[in-house]
């Protein structure tokens, strides 16, 4: 349900209480203007410096810019009968004043007066601070921010602007990339949507779909100033061997978030990547982002945990709930077991297992679309609630390439080094190296072209082959651990 609808329903369900947190006042200030016209409400406003007006009127009450003179003001509107009926008090700023006894006894009296009541009251400010007292009576809504329709609008705008006050101005913007850019823009205020556009158009005297990084780059210094998420630029270019059975899942899912509302069918959650270390889970993550078409951001868990009693949770609850205004987005959560791995509740006060808690009620609830692309290489250390369909719509096993896979991954790390490589010494390539990883392989290569170029030569193959026998791969070195995780994930997982 939109913002402006909640409210809508809440007035017409004679809530005597509304806390708008919003991110623009006057934004909000002009919905609730509307909303009131469409109810047939009276509109009242109130803040600290302009007093009490009633609708589009230039004078106030008199002397009811003091908070406890509003109160009563309103008290004694409503005790006689009015030519308007009903009437919506906006007031700005006001629960910072709260902390008075006075204005918080004088705040419950009007409540319990505009109980049951069409007439409601609406607290307008840019942080939820409301006292204990008043709560009962309270609903807390998020706001301010701008729909699609109203981003679309705003942003076809600001190209009229930049193409009429830039003559070298570039606008390369057709159906599917305005679509990206709306969706990118979501969650950004009218003010901070022009901001950006200009910023982005500015800078090459270009606007269009290179500019979704500058646009989720701003987002993520507006949203997150504890630097808790980092945004992943998506690199079109690259290339991921193997892995047939999530490309195939990940194709069928393809486009889902793109018809957010279109579809009956609910958008994926997530997947878990868990294996053997180096072979392309975090690659892989990547390319999950790139081909549901979604920004990639990762979520570092170790950076929850702080010092302080409290201040982990609230961390936690600070990223999910920029999560919630980035979304639509590919949360990529790296080495997942180390995060959310449950200690003894006497180390750590139990700060783990509400961290856990909180975090797979999010993944299980969550309104918001987001997709959890998460990396694990313990899954004996995974807290068996992860694991659960619901939270994650699968798991993929990621075991080491076979022969042809490793074919493939020799051509692209060569192919990125500007190399090539005829087919039979790719197939000599991948028997040598059997039992390697994908990361092994590309550190073969690099260790290759260190040797040739010491050796003032060109790399060839005898180079590589050397490589391959001197490296011993992590398949020797932990084959006992490596043994039992395939064991484990046999009858539990999916095959990459």
């Known amino acids: 349900m939109k913002t402006r609808e909640e409210i809508s329903l809440l007035i017409k369900s004679r809530y005597p209480l509304l806390f708008l947190e919003t991110a623009d006042e006057d934004y909000s200030v002009t919905e609730l203007r509307e909303i009131a016209a469409e109810l047939n409400l009276a509109y009242f406003q109130w803040s600290l410096t302009g007093g009490l007006i009633h609708g589009n009127n230039q004078n106030a009450y008199y002397q009811s810019g003091a908070p406890g003179i509003a109160l009563k003001t309103i008290s004694d509107l409503l005790q006689k009968t009015q030519p308007w009926g009903a009437a919506l008090y906006v007031l700005k700023d006001f629960s910072i004043h709260l902390k008075d006894p006075v204005i918080l006894r004088l705040c419950k009296d009007l409540l319990k007066q505009i109980n049951n009541r069409r007439d409601t009251l609406v607290f307008l400010s840019t942080s939820y601070d409301l006292p204990l007292d008043l709560e009962p009576w309270a609903v807390h809504i998020t706001g301010g921010y701008p729909d699609p329709t109203e981003i679309r609008k705003l942003v076809e705008n600001s190209v009229q602007e930049l193409t009429r006050w830039h003559q070298n101005m570039q606008i390369r913007l057709d159906h599917r990339a305005m679509e990206k850019m709306v969706r990118a823009l979501k969650g950004l205020t009218l003010l901070q949507i022009k901001n950006v556009l200009h910023q982005a158009a500015l800078d090459n005297n270009l606007l269009g779909i290179e500019d979704l990084a500058v646009i989720e780059n701003y987002k993520r210094k507006v949203f997150d100033q504890e630097g808790l998420l980092e945004f992943y630029p998506l690199d079109e270019s690259e290339e991921i061997g193997g892995f047939n059975n999530l490309k195939r899942w990940l194709a069928e899912r393809r486009g889902s978030f793109d018809a957010i509302g279109k579809l009956t069918l609910p958008p994926p959650k997530g997947v878990l990547l868990m294996g053997i270390q180096g072979c392309g889970k975090s690659l892989a993550a990547r390319i999950i982002a790139r081909e549901l078409n979604l920004p990639l951001y990762r979520l570092d868990?170790?950076?929850?945990?702080?010092?302080?009693?409290?201040?982990?949770?609230?961390?936690?609850?600070?990223?999910?709930?920029?999560?919630?205004?980035?979304?639509?987005?590919?949360?990529?959560?790296?080495?997942?077991?180390?995060?959310?791995?449950?200690?003894?509740?006497?180390?750590?006060?139990?700060?783990?297992?509400?961290?856990?808690?909180?975090?797979?009620?999010?993944?299980?609830?969550?309104?918001?679309?987001?997709?959890?692309?998460?990396?694990?290489?313990?899954?004996?250390?995974l807290p068996p609630e992860l694991l659960r369909k619901g939270r994650l719509d699968e798991i993929f096993f990621v075991d080491l390439p076979d022969?042809?896979?490793?074919?493939?991954?020799?051509?692209?790390?060569?192919?990125?080094?500007?190399?090539?490589?005829?087919?039979?010494?790719?197939?000599?390539?991948?028997?040598?190296?059997?039992?390697?990883?994908?990361?092994?392989?590309?550190?073969?290569?690099?260790?290759?072209?260190?040797?040739?170029?010491?050796?003032?030569?060109?790399?060839?193959?005898?180079?590589?082959?050397?490589?391959?026998?001197?490296?011993?791969?992590?398949?020797?070195?932990?084959?006992?651990e490596i043994t039992a995780l395939r064991r484990w994930a046999k009858n539990r997982t999916v095959p990459v």
């Open 301 to 381: 868990l170790g950076k929850l945990y702080g010092s302080y009693i409290g201040q982990t949770e609230e961390n936690l609850r600070k990223a999910l709930k920029t999560i919630g205004r980035l979304s639509p987005l590919c949360l990529w959560i790296d080495e997942i077991e180390k995060g959310l791995a449950v200690s003894d509740s006497k180390s750590d006060g139990g700060v783990s297992k509400r961290v856990l808690a909180t975090f797979l009620t999010w993944m299980q609830e969550r309104k918001e679309p987001c997709f959890v692309a998460a990396t694990a290489n313990d899954v004996q250390a």
């Open 403 to 480: 022969e042809l896979t490793r074919e493939e991954l020799f051509q692209i790390h060569l192919q990125k080094r500007g190399l090539q490589a005829g087919k039979r010494n790719l197939a000599l390539l991948a028997k040598e190296s059997s039992g390697f990883s994908g990361a092994e392989i590309e550190q073969a290569i690099i260790a290759a072209l260190y040797r040739a170029n010491r050796q003032q030569q060109q790399i060839g193959l005898s180079h590589m082959l050397e490589q391959l026998k001197t490296s011993k791969p992590l398949s020797v070195l932990r084959s006992e």
